[in-house]
């Protein structure tokens, strides 16, 4: 069947044309909406100020009574008068203070009484393996001297089982190990200059004590002469296990 309509007057031909420009100037729009933004307009109340003029008073002038300076003093020239050098002065001579020639070939006498000889003791000290005479032990002696040396060691070790005692704070903390203690008997048979060497201060204070608890010996002598004596002595200090 033909259509009877003119297709120029069709309404309905560019239909999806106009409702894609109409749907697309609605986005716009929408999207203007929600883009359009507005601002808070604050009232600032405008004051008016009113500058009164301030009268200045007018300062009146005081006048100064200011001294004047006093005038600079007048510079006097004095005048010098030439005088002739009449008092003679006399020279100091210095002699020489050397010693002449003379006085030193001069020949002196010096008696043998008048030489005084002054003894200087020295302080020496040996160390015990090469001493002549070991310091002698109370108990000890009457003995010859290997004896005497035999004695002193035997004696040493004794007084250490003697006055040995475990420290407690070692014995908790599980301290242990070998301290070599070195002392010195002086010339009067003390002990001093105890210094000691270990795994911990704890033992070497114990070691320290014991060796100061030592008593008054007979001194060590060399060549007749009492002498200090160096001497070294190991302590173990060992926990036996349960």
Known sequence: MISKKNPKVDVGRNSGLYFAIGLNLMLLLSWQALEFKTYEKKVASIDVIEMVAQIEEDIPVVPV???????????????????????????????????????????????????????????????????????????????????????????????????FKYPDSAVDLGIQGRVFVLFVIDSKGHTINVKSRGPDKILEKEAERIIKLLPQMEPGTQRGKPVKVSYAIPIYFKMESI
């Open 65 to 163: 009574n200011t001294e004047l300076p006093p005038p600079p003093p007048v510079a006097v020239v004095e005048s010098i008068e030439i005088v002739e050098d009449v008092v003679e002065i006399e020279e100091t001579v210095i002699e020489s203070s050397e010693t002449t020639q003379e006085e030193a070939i001069e020949e002196r006498v010096v008696n043998v009484e008048d030489i005084e000889i002054e003894e200087v003791t020295e302080d020496v000290e040996v160390p015990f393996a090469v001493l002549e005479n070991v310091p002698v032990f109370p108990g000890c002696e009457g003995k010859t001297k290997s004896e005497i040396k035999a004695c002193f060691q035997t004696k040493i070790q004794e007084h250490v089982r003697k006055h």
